[in-house]
């Protein structure tokens, strides 16, 4: 059947290729995000290889051929999240650097990695798709098998990533007031950060490797040969900024058609006729990082609204506010998709993840945020800013707060327009973007090279693309007129001083 589909896709000028996808990445939101573009890949026919940590959420077949980097699921877990909310942005880099090299060091020793690794010597994958979201661990595979390789990440664009790809006009965090002093912070530490990761970080994980694949990798060089990088953002979703051609934004693009929800949830929503309210703290952080007390706030906030269904998605066992409350609904998985697009919901609350802000977006569903960490804060400052909704302060979660931070958003209809204005929009685009990435990923197949999509900047030194030795030249031209034109007034008044003094 394969090889017949095949053979039509070969006649018409297609062809199903041999595809491996890796990633690193432990984060379940992440791993939904490049589940569907795998399951998208192989609808298409092609044969797709994934290396990952939970790369059997898609069943194996003759055309899917999962392969699991056993151990990264504990190790990101014994990460201790609450070191990475108390610290600084310094510090935070420090710990993210240590994160990064925790992961990769054990990306390294896993037997699926090892697998691959040693595959034979002559096989050939046509191309490979690698997460760059958390640094260049896994570039090692594109020596190994001198495949193509096209990057993608499931997060927003880093400073790193931005600058890796010659986007250097486009890499600072966009969120901060316009002051000189915010730019002047935002400047110094944009810079450092990517001398951080370019210098030590990739040096450092250079040697890793060195050591544990026993051999040597330039992986300055092998970051270069990355054709092109596919990112979830969408100028809708995101402050638009400028971006070359080799960064191609496909955000949003994990959502799905919506299905009708079953059993009882499916009941409980159909009757939620007063408005459902999603509380989910998304896929990554375990709702420990609240204590019982301020969970115990939210349900009482909960208690006091008019819009009484709650669905709360909660890793706990134990229900905050005893048992008898049968409006709000806990368990620990929930279709948050599926949720959002029913008519009746009416609010999300959430920390501000990307993926989900995405959702509620696509599905036209105000937001309450609560950021914690990371991008979440910049997708929070995007909802506030365009009005789709408050932010909820992490320090001060009170019932007061919560109270009335929800009921100034449900009651107040100016978020549900704004972002049932948003939504039409972003439903409007030319290609859904699930269809614009299989798209450059087949373009990519069709054609040798993709290197047209790149900026000279992205090989050149920032000096040639940025032109401040062009804006300091001018500058001293600038000045040398100035100063000659001074000297020119001074020089002619004493002169005219001297010529009165002579006729006197
Ligand atoms: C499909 O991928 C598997 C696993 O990597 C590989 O063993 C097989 O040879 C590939 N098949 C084709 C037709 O490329
Ligand atoms: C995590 O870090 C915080 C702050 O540094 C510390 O108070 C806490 O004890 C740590 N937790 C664990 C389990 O190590
Ligand atoms: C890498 O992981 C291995 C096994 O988990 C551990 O023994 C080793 O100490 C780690 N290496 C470094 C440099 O942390
Ligand atoms: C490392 O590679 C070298 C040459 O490629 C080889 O001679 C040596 O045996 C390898 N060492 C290990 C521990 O595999
Ligand atoms: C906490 O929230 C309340 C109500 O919104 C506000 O008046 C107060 O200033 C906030 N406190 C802090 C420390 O942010
Ligand atoms: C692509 O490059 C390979 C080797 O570099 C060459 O054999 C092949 O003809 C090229 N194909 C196209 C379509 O240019």
Redesign the pocket.
């Known amino acids: 059947m394969k090889i017949l589909f095949c053979f039509i896709l070969f006649l018409i000028g297609g062809h199903c290729a041999n595809i491996l996808i890796v990633y690193e990445t432990a984060r379940r939101s992440h791993q939904i995000w490049i589940g569907e573009l795998a399951e998208a890949l192989i609808e298409k026919g092609h044969n797709v290889t994934m290396g990952g940590s939970f790369s059997r959420a898609i069943d194996p077949s003759n055309q899917y051929h999962p392969i699991t980097f056993e151990g990264i699921f504990l190790t990101h877990y014994k990460i201790n999240k609450t070191r990475h909310l108390q610290a600084s942005v310094l510090e935070n880099l420090y710990l993210n650097y240590e994160y990064n090299y925790a992961i990769c060091n054990r990306t390294y020793q896993s037997k699926g990695f090892n697998f691959l690794w040693n595959y034979p010597e002559n096989f050939k994958f046509d191309l490979i798709l690698m997460d760059l979201t958390f640094g260049p661990c896994l570039y090692p595979l594109s020596q190994k098998f001198g495949s193509p390789t096209v990057g993608f990440t499931p997060s927003g664009l880093s400073p790193y990533l931005l600058e890796a790809f010659g986007n250097n006009h486009a890499i600072f965090e966009l969120h901060m007031d316009q002051s000189f002093f915010s730019r002047l912070t935002n400047f110094l530490l944009t810079k450092f950060e990517i001398f951080f990761k370019k210098t030590w970080e990739r040096t450092t994980l250079e040697y890793l490797a060195s050591n544990a694949l026993n051999a040597t990798f330039d992986f300055k060089k092998l970051e270069n040969s990355i054709s092109y990088l596919l990112v979830n953002e969408h100028p809708l979703l995101n402050i638009p900024r400028p971006l070359a051609p080799n960064i191609i934004p496909v955000g949003g693009l994990h959502i799905k058609k919506t299905e009708p929800l079953p059993g009882i949830l499916g009941s409980i929503i159909e009757n939620a006729h007063q408005g459902l309210i999603f509380f989910s703290l998304g896929t990554d952080i375990q709702q420990n990082i609240f204590s019982k007390e301020t969970k115990k706030a939210f349900a009482k906030a909960f208690m006091r609204l008019h819009q009484k269904t709650v669905i709360w998605k909660d890793n706990a066992d134990e229900h905050p506010y005893g048992e008898g409350v049968s409006n709000i609904l806990m368990h620990k998985w929930m279709p948050q998709g599926d949720l959002l697009g029913h008519r009746h919901a009416v609010l999300l609350i959430t920390t501000g993840g990307s993926m989900s802000v995405q959702e509620a977006i696509f599905q036209g569903v105000p937001v309450v945020g609560i950021p914690i960490y990371g991008e979440q804060h910049g997708n929070v400052q995007f909802i506030v800013d365009n009005k789709l909704g408050l932010k909820l302060?992490y320090?001060?979660l009170t019932e007061?707060?919560i109270f009335?931070t929800l009921d100034r958003v449900l009651k107040n209809p100016i978020y549900k327009e704004n972002m049932e204005a948003l939504s039409r929009k972003f439903r409007d685009q030319p290609q859904n973007p699930l269809q614009k990435a299989l798209y450059w990923i087949e373009y990519s197949l069709r054609h040798n090279s993709t290197n047209f999509l790149n900026p000279r900047s992205r090989y050149t030194c920032p000096w040639i693309d940025h032109p401040a030795d062009v804006q300091l030249f001018l500058f001293f031209v600038f000045l040398l007129s100035l100063t000659i034109i001074v000297l020119r007034i001074l020089w002619c008044n004493n002169g005219s001083r001297n010529d009165k003094k002579k006729k006197e």
């Open positions: 302060d320090d001060n007061e707060n009335e």
